[in-house]
């Protein structure tokens, strides 16, 4: 004897609710109603193993409830972190995430947005300076879904966007090597800069009364590392790097050669990952609020998908500086 398909009218009926209130909830609308309607729904669905049918849904509804996140390296801390935040606001209104690492890879981004498309998910959250959204712009198959374009520097007002204060970013960096009398620095930045990297580079030599040599440096510890050589031939006295994973190579790759960091060098990083505080000495690095980033991001999409034809919107988060141990007078 074949088991009758549980349905919603089934968990409706237990739960004492209409089929829509059933609906709304299971569909992430849970805020919406009495904590005690919920309750009420959750236990009769659990009660009865009823599984939304999520083919049938999206015939119906014409929405998956899927995100497709694209992010350029998801073994850096910073988008583990940011990920994070944008699932936070995701899965508490009823949406689950593809996430799609590119490795810095145009080609590798592209083919990631086009299988998004094919997999009909409701929007994209581009966080990767690996694809940039003026790509982007010339799909014509990418022209119906919601884009939010993360931490960088708006190209276009077509989509929305949401990033960080970069340039203020790197004067905070310059007014406190100013303050502790550094006069030659060195920053390292990757050569092909995606804009908002290019602005916290532009924040700092705008603002650094000194000299400064701009050393070309992936954004890795790895390459932080093997820089170590190339800074010990110049006059620098303080290293900002353009985020924290270099600054952690270059901890790695002075401490190979004897130098000690803030004695011979000072140093400074960009981000504020978690790791900053527990290397030693302790980081000194500009703080991006990144779990903020994600919820903000993750906030503007769902409202862009509940309103297609609103104006495009531009968040613009503050961050700030954290002075740790890792900067002294030269």
């Known amino acids: 004897m074949t088991n009758k398909k549980v349905t919603i009218k089934d968990v409706a009926k237990q ?3 209409s089929i829509t209130t059933v609906s709304q909830i299971l569909n992430g609308k849970k805020h919406q109603f009495h904590p005690d309607t919920v309750k009420k729904v959750l236990q009769a669905q659990e009660e009865l193993g009823y599984a939304p049918d999520y083919f049938a849904r999206r015939m119906v509804m014409k929405k998956s409830l899927t995100i497709g996140i694209i992010v350029p390296d998801i073994t850096n801390p910073f988008f583990a972190t940011l990920v994070k935040g944008i699932e936070d606001v995701l899965f508490s209104s009823g949406f689950m995430t593809i996430l799609c690492n590119v490795d810095m890879n145009l080609t590798k981004g592209k ?5 998004l498309n094919h997999r009909g998910v409701d929007g994209v959250i ?3 300076s690996g694809i940039s959204i003026t790509e982007v712009l010339n799909q014509e198959l990418l022209q119906k879904i919601p884009i939010i374009e993360l931490d960088q520097q708006v190209t276009t007002q077509t989509f929305d966007s949401v990033r960080t204060d970069d340039y203020r970013g790197g004067e905070l960096v310059a007014t406190l090597l100013n ?3 550094h006069k030659q620095a060195v920053a390292l930045f990757p050569k092909d800069m995606s804009p908002n990297i290019l602005k916290r580079l532009v924040g700092f030599t705008d603002n650094f009364n000194g000299q400064v040599e701009v050393l070309p440096t992936e954004l ?4 932080g590392k093997e820089m170590v050589r190339t800074i010990l031939n110049t006059n620098a006295t303080a290293i900002f790097a353009a985020n924290d994973e270099i600054a952690f190579g270059v901890y790695a ?6 130098k000690k960091v803030p004695d011979d060098y000072s140093v400074v990083g960009y981000d504020n990952i978690e790791m900053s505080e527990y290397v030693y000495p302790p980081l000194t690095t500009v703080s991006q609020p990144i779990f903020e980033l994600g919820q903000k991001t993750a906030d503007l999409l769902i409202d862009r998908i509940n309103h297609p034809d609103k104006d495009e919107t531009e968040l613009i988060l503050p ?7 890792s900067v002294a007078r030269p």
Do not use: H, Y
């Open 15 to 17: 739960s004492g609710v």
């Open 220 to 223: 890795s510890k790895q390459s």
């Open 111 to 115: 083919k990631a947005i086009e299988a």
């Open 253 to 258: 790759g002075l401490s190979e050669v004897g």
């Open 319 to 325: 961050v700030t500086l954290i002075e740790r141990l």
């Open 126 to 128: 581009l966080a990767s």
């Open 179 to 181: 303050d502790t009398k």
